[in-house]
């Protein structure tokens, strides 16, 4: 039988690279986010809001996966920074929901944090390097940090830079905003 990952955020950029890219690798994946993106084919989706602690919980209760990854996030900086209520219930709170959750469950967890955790003054930051974010998204990524390795002993957190590519589905991508810049751009002349 297939190992189940329930992949938190699967619709926006990286969360639809990561399904397809698990869905190969034999995995059998939940994907879960507010709403629905164009569908990944052969991935399951349930509408789950995670600031709602409870909906979470119920469906890792149900799915009983062996892996989750959390990539949901309010992941636009413009956004973090001028909705912050809304940016620390999902990047910080509700990562710890899940986290606590898994632990509970016997589920692997990965918690997906940013190089914005560091300023960029110094460069060639180590893991064990003091963060020092420059803005409330930085700020929420090295805070979530904290209470997933508190509630779950074997997560990972990953900080990873910007990531470039294009979304399977939707998302954050930059390079898909430049490319759209670029041809509106081309189209204007
Ligand atoms: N892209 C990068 O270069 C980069 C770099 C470093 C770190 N990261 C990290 O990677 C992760 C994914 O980023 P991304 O670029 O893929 O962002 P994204 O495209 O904006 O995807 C974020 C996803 O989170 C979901 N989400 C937001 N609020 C939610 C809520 N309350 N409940 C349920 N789902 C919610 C959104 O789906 P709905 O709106 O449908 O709910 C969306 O699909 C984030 O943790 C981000 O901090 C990204």
Not at 28 to 35: F, K, N, W
Not at 169 to 182: E, Y
Request: with cysteine; proline share 4%.
């Amino acid at each position: 039988m297939k190992s189940t990952l329930v992949v938190f955020g699967g619709g926006g950029f990286i969360g639809g690279n990561l399904c397809t890219i698990a869905l190969r690798g034999g995995w059998q994946v939940l994907t879960s986010s507010r709403r629905q993106h164009a569908a990944i084919p052969a991935a399951r989706w349930r509408q789950v809001d995670v600031t709602d602690a409870s909906a979470v919980q119920r469906l890792l209760a149900e799915e009983r996966p062996e892996a989750v990854v959390d990539l949901a996030a309010v992941a636009d900086i413009d956004r973090a920074q001028s909705e912050r209520e809304a940016a620390r219930a999902v990047n910080v709170e509700a990562a710890r929901v899940m986290a606590q959750a898994c632990a509970e469950l016997g589920a692997a967890f990965l918690y997906l944090s940013s190089d914005a955790v560091f300023s960029g003054a110094a460069g060639e930051y180590r893991e064990e390097d003091p963060v020092e974010p420059v803005n409330y998204y930085g700020e929420t990524k090295a805070e979530g940090e904290r209470p997933v390795l508190a509630a779950h002993p074997g997560a990972a957190v990953v900080r990873i830079s910007l990531a470039l590519g294009f979304p399977v589905t939707d998302g954050n991508s930059f390079l898909a905003a430049l490319d759209g810049t670029d041809r509106a751009r081309r189209q204007d002349r």
